[in-house]
């Protein structure tokens, strides 16, 4: 599925707030970091940090952690391809990119 033309959303803006999601739950969920890291993804992606929060707010639903699920397909098809991958390899990907025949090592 697309995204809307003018949101700002994309895979890549998908695949960031996936990280943000993978750092938190290595991290424990801990008080006050998901509003940093929204902040601090806000600065790169020309979101609003309240939509990056809300974004991975999906993807804990998703992922089971909580129960009210209001993800987008988009989202659950991230989260489908890159659930597996450690918070290093999500930022490989998203430092040197990934073509469609190369396969990233964790």
């Known amino acids: 599925m697309g995204y809307m033309s003018r949101s700002g959303w994309n895979d890549e803006n998908e695949l960031r707030c996936l990280l943000v999601f993978k750092k938190l739950e290595r991290d424990g969920f801990p008080r006050g970091d998901l509003i940093k890291y929204s902040r601090e993804l806000a600065l790169l992606s020309n979101l609003k940090a309240n939509s990056i929060s809300a974004k991975v707010c999906n993807y804990k639903s998703v992922a089971g952690i909580i129960a009210n699920n209001n993800s ?16 290093e ?3 490989k990907i998203l430092c040197f990119g990934l073509a469609p025949d190369v396969e990233i090592e964790e």
Do not use: A, L, Q
């Open 72 to 87: 987008s397909s988009n989202t659950e098809r991230i989260y489908k391809g890159f659930k597996d991958f450690s918070v």
């Open 89 to 91: 390899g999500i930022e």
